[in-house]
């Protein structure tokens, strides 16, 4: 397949063709790994990534295998042509957007499998996951050589999982984890937000709403981790359309639930409004690897 050309942003779509892009590329090079349907917390990530490096990749591939369900793989939103228009807005060198068969050409048979962080809370309530992304951003740091690549807050877990991935595989990239980018009444942006139905959409703020209220509770002092929980709890109860799937405040580096909050600490939730599953949370004190300071409160 040729390769496509948006003025500067080039499109490859086999290992051959993004090894010969990336053989004269200035370095330092610097990673985004998105999905599509590129929304404005991509766009951070790549104005990070960019604004840290002398050339820019970005990758779109719907990676199969982080599917558990296979409906949320089918329906998950696809539109290329204006993600490319996005990754030339934001000035992205090279865009790598592959079939699936070109990551896991015919015989593929590993599995990248990280250990105790990626067990708990989005691992446990969707098995196989985390296999399934770190066996792709594996592939994908291995085909980029990426000096950077960068992750968002709000996948909070996944980005704790790429690390210890690329640690124990000394893979030499490191991961930078950018501030959540939100809607101006506070709902983390997220490709899935599209299939929200109105009142879903205006229900789904209640999760911000839950973080806030733990934030706040933490800011003031409580340090009882169940305290926060049922603090969480309660905000997402006063809303009938969101169905709690778990309410979580646990250790900030290995993600075992606390009792007493005594360092950093992540709060964090998943729930579904209809067939939409939202997740979102909130650092309570200093994570480590997390850009500081730019973290939206209050939307
Ligand atoms: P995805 O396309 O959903 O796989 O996401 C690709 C990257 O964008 C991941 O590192 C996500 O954490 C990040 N991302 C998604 N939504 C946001 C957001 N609202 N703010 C910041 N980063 C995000």
Redesign the pocket.
Known sequence: MPTETTAMTRVLRTREELRAALADAPRPVGL???????????R??MRTARAENATTVATIFV?PRQFNEASDYTKYPRNEAHDLEICHSEGVDLVFAPGVEEIYPDGFDTTVSVGAVAQPLEGAARPGHFDGVATVVAILFGLVGADRA??????AQ??MVIRQMARDLAIGTEVVT?????EPDGL?????NVHLSPSERAAATVLRRALIAARTAWADGERSAEAIRATMRDVLATEPLANVEYVSVADGRTLVELDAIDGPALASMAVRFGSTRLIDNESLGDLPGTLPGRQVYGG
């Open positions: 985004v790994t998105t999905m599509g349907w590129l929304h404005d917390g991509h951070e990530l990676n960068y992750f968002g807050q709000k996948d996944q980005v950018c501030p959540t980018v939100r983390a942006l997220s490709s899935r």
